[in-house]
């Protein structure tokens, strides 16, 4: 069974291009067959911190001018990528209807993969929260900043009501400057969760903020092929372990 993940966060630039990147190496290294979607529609990236040229991306793949499957490639480090495309009109006001195709076509691809990670635009864009909505499970990323905390929140308060039937949500504390602040930010999103949605999330993990991931992105190469032991490194191992246990006895 594939297991389909959408990567989000309410707030901009908190770290979720980076991490489904990392997660996508990690979970390639626990012998899983990944593939890592751009959806970050209009505002793609996923080449940039790669350092990749696509020739096709999903915006060819929607004009028509090749079926979705050739436009995914396949990365050193073991995992398939489908690029997306900055500043392009059709993907920046996606339809529902297109939204609708796009997963048919990723349904279509499942039997080749374990797990598809959807590395989501930030906020609350409707393509967005549909595409979420029909995900598997719901990865969000928080920092410590109040703004990123009430952003999560509103996405969460959203996603509960786009999903008639709960799926499981989970909380990763990215950029935190230790990992007790990272469970600190954790409780207080769960309490609001529990207090006002009726849901609990499980905290996935906390990644402390590390300068090699800034090198990282800059050199354009994955983290856990430049730095494979620094903390960042070895917190999203660790959360990457987490969600390999987690899909395998769900
Ligand atoms: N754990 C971390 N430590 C330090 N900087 C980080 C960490 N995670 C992400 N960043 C920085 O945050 C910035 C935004 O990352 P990005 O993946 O583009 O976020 P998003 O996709 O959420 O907009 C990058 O410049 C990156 O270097
Ligand atoms: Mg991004």
Not at 77 to 89: K, V, Y
Not at 147 to 171: E, F, G, M, N, R
Not at 237 to 250: D, P
Request: net charge neutral; hydrophobic share 45%.
């Amino acid at each position: 069974m594939t297991h389909l993940i959408a990567i989000a966060s309410g707030k901009g630039g908190v770290g979720k291009t980076w991490l489904a990147i990392t997660l996508a190496h990690a979970l390639t290294r626990h012998g899983q067959r990944i593939l890592l979607v751009d959806a970050d529609f209009g505002l793609a990236n996923i080449d940039i911190q790669l350092g990749l040229m696509p020739e096709r991306d999903l915006s060819t793949a929607l004009a028509g001018l090749c079926p979705l499957a050739a436009a995914i490639l396949h990365h050193d480090a073991g995992f398939d990528i489908l690029p997306g495309r900055s500043g392009t009109p059709s993907l920046a006001a996606m339809a529902p209807e297109t939204v609708d195709w796009l997963l048919r076509e990723l349904h279509a691809l499942a039997p080749r993969y374990d797990t598809i990670l959807l590395d989501l635009g930030s906020g609350l864009a409707p393509a967005l929260r549909r595409l979420a909505a029909a995900a598997d499970s719901l990865a969000l990323i928080v920092t410590e900043e109040p703004t990123s905390l009430t952003d999560a929140y509103a996405v969460l308060k959203l996603h509960a009501q786009d999903c008639p039937h709960p799926k499981p949500t989970h909380i990763i504390v990215n950029q935190a400057t230790t990992p007790t602040a990272g469970q600190r930010i954790f409780a207080t999103l769960a309490k609001a969760c529990t207090q006002y949605l009726h849901t609990t999330p499980t905290h996935l993990g906390t990644i402390r903020r590390d300068d090699r991931v800034r090198d990282t992105i800059r050199r354009q190469t994955p983290l856990l092929t430049r730095h494979p032991t620094t903390p960042a490194a070895t917190d999203a191992e660790a959360i990457a372990l987490r969600l390999h246990s987690i899909e395998a006895i769900a």
